[in-house]
């Protein structure tokens, strides 16, 4: 539909944008691990993944976003990023 065009070129724009700042977030990522392989603290640190969710599920809300939804997002995220720490750690296989 011709009338939608203009509002899913917009979405798609965010879309990559929201990816651009995927491979930003997890090149940082990329470097955390390093500096915990090279000073021997623990790829999972509780703490740090309790205050990540929740930090960003109220900055969610208070953009008028569900904190549930974010949550639940930066639970994958957090997975992910805890799968590849490991694993450029030497954790997993």
């Keep these: 539909m011709e009338l939608l065009s203009p509002y899913r070129r917009r979405i798609d724009d965010l879309d990559d944008q ?17 500096l915990k392989n090279k000073h021997n603290i623990p790829a999972i640190l509780q703490d740090r993944v309790d205050e990540v969710r ?29 799968e590849l720490e490991d694993r450029l750690m030497g954790n997993k296989e």
């Design 18 to 34: 929201i990816m651009e700042l995927f491979s930003q977030r997890f090149e940082v990522i990329r470097e955390v691990a390093e």
């Design 54 to 82: 929740e930090r960003n599920a109220e900055t969610g809300a208070q953009k008028g976003l569900d904190a549930d939804f974010i949550r639940k997002l930066y639970t994958l995220i957090i997975d992910e990023a805890c």
